[in-house]
Structures are given as C-alpha cells and as structure tokens.
C-alpha cells in the first residue's frame, strides 16, 4: 500500500533557528500533499496544500514567510518553519494521496514533534 | 465548509464491550465517509472509508454505518482489546476532497 515518510519524528531547536520536515512518498507519485498541525488533545488542523511545481495554497491565518513549503518533485514535500519560535512547538504531519486518484485514498506520515525551547 | 462533529469526546470501555462513535456533517454533498486512528505520537491511520451509495460496511471488529438523510455516520468496535485505545477521527467529504477532520474521540478500553 500507499506509504508516507516524515522526517524527522523529533527535533528539538533554539528559539529563532529554522527547522525542515520532509515528508516522501516511498511507493508513488503525488502531486499534492497536505500539512497539518495538531495540538495536545486536539484535532489536525490543515495548514496549506503542497502543489508539485507550483507555490503552495495556504489556508487562512497561516503565515506564509513562517512556515515555508516546497514541493520540488513528485515524491518530496518539505516544510520549514523559519525564526522558530516557542509557540510553534506543536505535531506536524504530512498527507498525501495517488496522483490524480479519484478515490479520496490519503496516507499520512507519522508526524514530527517539534519543540523550540 | 464542512462543519464536521464527533461524541462521545471521550469513550471508556472494559475490554470486550463493544464501542460506537458518531460523526455528525453539514454538507449533504458529502459522499465519502472515513474514520481514522490516530495512536499516541503517530499519525492517523485510514481504518475504514464508505461511501454514498453504501448504507454499511464491515471488515472484522469494525463496521461504519452511513444515515445519509440524517447526515451522520458512526464507527462500530466490537469485542474491544486494549490494542483499540486510541485516538479516533472522522473525516467526511466531497469531490475534490481535503481530509477535514472532527474533534477526535478518545477511546479508552480497560483490561
């Protein structure tokens, strides 16, 4: 099956460093991949859309200069998150889905916690 | 969009009881019906999907049943174990869909 890679699981940074998550898809293409955040005992929260080729669609009150994604081919999405700070500390993990599938099949990776001390 | 709600928040079972969660949606469009598993730490896992044109679907100790015209959907475990604790989502949608999740429910089954 359909299988996601998120690297890494943890980081750990100093406050105003920068951070990147790669988020592969091992066994397919994917042209668009998502990245979600998600708080202690809350639910994920879509962050933007990762379009192969193209800038990412953002969703709204998320930073664009904060949190930077390429999607630079068909099987790697990279998220950084820039001048990191504190309440940035949170689980993000990536989505992804066959390319050009019809049948809403998403595989998510297994998430990074970050924490910015 | 979709306005997307689960209950119970919290779900505490012994092990072998059965369990059901509710996934209540405001799109009636909505034709695709998913619950996720999310374990500590870990991304959530596809458990089982039905769509529209199926009013249930089963695959062993698990089941989703779909009320279309009351638009909710629920997630049936029977014979809990330990192993089925977790953290789980619904995630209804359309065509050109986005995974949208609900709040989550807690599952907690007791040795």
């Known amino acids: 099956g359909a299988v996601v890679s998120q690297h890494p699981s943890r980081v750990i940074c100093k406050s105003g460093t920068s951070v990147k998550i790669e988020c592969r898809s091992l066994d397919f293409q994917a042209t668009t991949m998502f990245w979600y955040r998600q708080f202690p005992k809350q639910s994920l929260m879509l962050m933007a859309t990762?379009?192969?080729?193209?800038?990412?669609?953002?969703e709204q009150g998320v930073e664009k200069d904060k949190f930077l994604i390429n999607h630079a081919s068909l099987t790697l999405s990279t998220l950084t998150v820039t001048s990191a700070h504190p309440e940035d500390s949170s689980f993000y993990i990536c989505?992804?889905?066959?390319?050009?599938?019809?049948?809403?099949?998403?595989?998510f990776g297994s998430g990074t916690r970050l924490t910015v001390v | 969009g979709e306005n997307v709600e689960q209950h119970p928040s919290t779900l505490s079972v012994q092990e072998g009881d059965s369990a059901v969660i509710k996934c209540t949606y405001s799109d009636s469009a909505s034709n695709y019906f998913p619950w996720y598993k999310q374990e500590l730490g870990k991304g959530p896992q596809l458990i089982i999907d039905i769509r529209s044109n199926v009013g249930e679907k089963k695959d062993q100790r698990i089941a989703v049943t779909l009320n279309k015209t009351a638009k909710h959907f629920s997630l049936h475990i029977t014979e809990t174990q330990p192993e089925d604790s977790a953290v789980y989502f619904c995630a209804p949608g359309k065509d050109g869909y986005i995974p949208t999740f609900g709040r989550g429910t807690s599952l907690i089954v007791h040795p």
């Open positions: 990762s379009n192969e080729g193209s800038k990412a669609t953002y």
């Open positions: 989505s992804a889905s066959l390319a050009g599938a019809l049948n809403y099949g998403y595989t």
